[in-house]
T-cell receptor, first 114, second 110 residues
Framework: EAQVTQNPRYLITVTGKKLTVTCSQNMNHEYMSWYRQDPGLGLRQIYYSMNVEVTDKGDVPEGYKVSRKEKRNFPLILESPSPNQTSLYFC?????????????FGAGSRLTVL | GQNIDQPTEMTATEGAIVQINCTYQTSGFNGLFWYQQHAGEAPTFLSYNVLDGLEEKGRFSSFLSRSKGYSYLLLKELQMKDSASYLCAVRADSNYQLIWGAGTKLIIKP
């Protein structure tokens, strides 16, 4: 089944404890992206990647890191989490073709930083 | 700046028709998307418009007017399972970046 898989789905952590949210897709998509979603604010892009070894900042990159060493994986790293990073996180991917590049989203990772 | 506006919340009755509007002001335009998101779940693709006019897909239709910076999503024969948030997103240029609206929460009542 074509899908984007995120882990963990739920996580409660404490301020300053480094964590990684993994994202993997099995559709051979070139484009991958991380979003956070907060009530009333909609989806805000954190980082995106157009292909292997190519990453760029989105609208809210502060406090986050990413890497794209393989086409299928795009982990999100919080080096020193803070309470304002408590949010629902989505990874998404799409092919790089013309026309409607439809995003396929992972199921989401709900992160709470105490 | 770039901006997308949608109503925050709408209420409709099962079996009825509802229209969810989206207006945008962006530096360019290269397509408009509608996604559906049930509470606590991932967004899923509904429709894509790049030319003016109406695109129909079963009970759902999406309309675009590029000159007015306006789109709407029309849902017919509403069902309880249509209770969800509907997200409007615009691709402003030729890359893959989307500008997202905050979403419209649709509540369906029996």
């Amino acid at each position: 089944e074509a899908q984007v898989t995120q882990n963990p789905r739920y996580l409660i952590t404490v301020t300053g404890k480094k964590l990684t949210v993994t994202c993997s897709q099995n559709m051979n998509h070139e484009y991958m992206s991380w979003y956070r979603q907060d009530p009333g604010l909609g989806l805000r892009q954190i980082y995106y990647s157009m292909n292997v070894e190519v990453t760029d900042k989105g609208d809210v990159p502060e406090g986050y890191k990413v890497s794209r060493k393989e086409k299928r994986n795009f982990p999100l790293i919080l080096e020193s989490p803070s309470p304002n990073q408590t949010s629902l996180y989505f990874c998404a991917s799409s092919p790089r073709t013309s026309g409607a590049n439809v995003l396929t989203f992972g199921a989401g990772s709900r992160l709470t930083v105490l | 700046g770039q901006n997308i506006d949608q109503p925050t919340e709408m209420t409709a009755t099962e079996g009825a028709i509802v229209q969810i509007n989206c207006t945008y002001q962006t530096s360019g335009f290269n397509g408009l998307f509608w996604y559906q998101q049930h509470a606590g779940e991932a967004p899923t693709f509904l429709s894509y418009n790049v030319l003016d006019g109406l695109e129909e897909k079963g009970r759902f239709s999406s309309f675009l007017s590029r000159s007015k910076g306006y789109s709407y999503l029309l849902l017919k024969e509403l069902q309880m399972k249509d209770s969800a948030s509907y997200l409007c997103a615009v691709r402003a240029d030729s890359n893959y970046q989307l500008i997202w609206g905050a979403g419209t929460k649709l509540i369906i009542k029996p």
